[in-house]
């Protein structure tokens, strides 16, 4: 059962428009959420993060919006660059884990084209 | 560069033997995980330490096994290698409070 879901395995965008990445989740217990970027060959690198006591959070071009009765978060890139493409993860984990035992999605392949 | 140091990169191994897999954490980072990309899964949590103790299990098999040294840095075990085992394997590491950067990640293909 997946506990967190990216519906669109890819997203093509073009280049100084608006890319919405979004992601689902089902365990009610989750309350901290993760955006991570993955490069070929690298590793995942952090994005943005929100807590469930915050419904926004904002970080340079990158917005991260949470609807905790939806269960649903989303990422914003505005405006979008072509170094933004990539594949985005989207984790959840919630405190009472005491760690980061990040769940992840399955990512969405991004590609802004210039 | 997240700081964290994964060896090998790349390992090509047959079926049967056994591997171990290298991490050295960022400086000053006592908590380190591993996790596994296959290309059907995504990214799986598979086991967490601290300060040498371990923490937490995720979906970890049992022919794989895990530490972390006095020094911090930590070793994956996996044994008995099947195919499906072939995969990108992530360490990453945190410091209490922050969040946590991944490792380049080591390629195991089994063959």
């Known amino acids: 059962d997946q506990q967190v879901k990216q519906n669109s395995p890819s997203l093509s965008v073009q280049e100084g428009r608006i890319s919405i990445l979004n992601c689902d989740y089902t365990?009610?217990?989750?309350?901290?959420f993760l955006w991570y970027k993955k490069y070929p060959a690298e590793g995942p690198t952090f994005l943005i993060s929100i807590s469930s006591i915050k419904d926004k959070n904002e970080d340079g071009r990158f917005t991260v919006f949470l609807n905790k009765s939806a269960k649903h978060l989303s990422l914003h890139i505005v405006p979008s660059q072509p170094g933004d493409s990539a594949v985005y993860f989207c984790?959840?984990?919630?405190?009472?884990?005491?760690?980061?035992?990040?769940?992840f999605g399955k990512g969405t392949k991004l590609s802004v084209i210039p | 560069d997240s700081g964290v140091t994964q060896t090998p990169k790349h390992l090509i191994t047959a079926t049967g033997q056994r591997v171990t897999l290298r991490c050295s954490p960022r400086?000053?980072?006592?908590?380190v995980y591993w996790y596994q990309q296959s290309l059907d899964q995504g990214l799986q949590f598979l086991i967490q330490y601290y300060n040498g103790e371990e923490r937490a299990k995720g979906n970890i098999l049992e022919r794989f096994s895990a530490q972390q040294f006095p020094d911090l840095h930590s070793e994956l075990n996996l044994s008995s290698l099947e195919l499906g085992d072939s995969a990108l394997y992530f360490c990453?590491?945190?410091?209490?409070?922050?969040?946590?950067?991944f490792g380049e990640g080591s390629w195991l293909t089994v063959v």
């Open positions: 365990n009610s217990m989750f309350d901290y």
């Open positions: 984790a959840a984990t919630y405190s009472g884990a005491g760690s980061y035992q990040l769940t």
């Open positions: 400086s000053g980072d006592l908590s």
């Open positions: 990453a590491s945190s410091a209490r409070g922050d969040t946590i950067y």
